[in-house]
């Protein structure tokens, strides 16, 4: 039976009503909002043996600087599930500092007696679950930098603030892809390294424990993403871009064509760059 103009008319605005409040729901309570700027949902998660924790990036970032503090300073994987939910039960305007992690940790118990949850939010983090935490960027960010010349270590201001980021947290690490001066070699056409914009973390021999340590770092480092204007990681054939971070972690495909090479897999070391400006 035919519609009248009236029924068309009230088909039509029972639709619209409908996709006005899909795309409502769509952008406060899904990745999506973030990713557009306008969301109120919480742009990172993070999947653990047992559950998804949603956290702000203030959280991501707490939580993944207390876990490295918590490396460096060879705390137990107890340690480091107290001390995380401890830093995320305040309600912090900006990430806590490593000086703060560090004294997070003297003020545990002597033994620390988490959750089951807890510990396994603390197991992810320390690279148990490998690309277990995500982040989702606006697509504005990155716009207005300024295109940057490397400097005295071959690295750009913005590489070298993210160099110093990772020797704070981390300690000394085995780090490449850069030099006074430059690189011209070793690395695909077009590659950020011969830009200065690029680091390699190196976690070798390949072995189950440097491939978490390798996690670690990685995970670290998109949290940070925002901050440090990183544009991509990149760590055991996954990648996470900032353009593509409604994506998270994808499969990585070398550019140069189908290969086993763990190097070129980025099996032994995780590949940070950042945003070229301009």
């Not at 309570?29 to 203030?58: D, F, I, M, N, Y």
């Not at 940057?148 to 780090?175: D, H, I, K």
């Not at 011209?184 to 976690?203: K, P």
Request: glycine share 10%; hydrophobic share 45%; charged share 15%.
């Amino acid at each position: 039976m035919a519609l009248t103009r009236r029924g068309r008319l009230t088909v039509t605005l029972s639709v619209t009503a409908v996709l006005v409040v899909v795309l409502v729901l769509l952008l406060t309570r899904t990745p999506l909002g973030s990713a557009l700027g306008v969301g109120t949902a919480p742009p990172c998660t993070l999947s653990t043996a047992s559950t998804e924790e949603h956290w702000s990036t203030v959280q991501a970032m707490t939580a993944t600087t207390v876990t490295g503090v918590g490396t460096r300073i060879g705390a137990t994987e107890n340690g480091v599930a107290a001390a995380v939910r401890r830093s995320l039960a305040v309600d912090r305007a900006h990430p806590i500092s490593v000086a703060a992690a560090r004294q997070l940790y003297r003020q545990l118990p002597d033994v620390a007696n988490p959750s089951a949850d807890s510990l396994a939010v603390a197991r992810a983090l320390l690279g148990h679950r490998g690309p277990a935490l995500t982040c989702v960027l606006a697509v504005t960010a990155g716009n207005g930098l300024a295109t940057e010349q490397a400097g005295r270590l071959g690295l750009t201001p913005r590489a070298e603030a993210l160099r110093s980021a990772l020797r704070e947290v981390f300690g000394r690490q085995s780090l490449g892809g850069f030099a006074p001066g430059g690189v011209t070699t070793g690395h695909i056409e077009g590659s950020a390294h011969y830009e200065g914009r690029a680091i390699d973390v190196f976690f070798r021999p390949i072995t189950a424990e440097s491939t978490r340590a390798g996690w670690q770092t990685a995970l670290w480092a998109v949290a940070h993403a925002e901050r440090l204007h990183l544009a991509t990681v990149i760590f055991d054939r996954k990648i996470w871009t900032a353009t593509r971070s409604l994506q998270g972690w994808r499969d990585y495909r070398y550019p140069g064509g189908a290969t086993d090479n763990p190097v070129l897999l980025h099996e032994d070391h995780v590949h940070l760059d950042v945003e070229p400006g301009g």
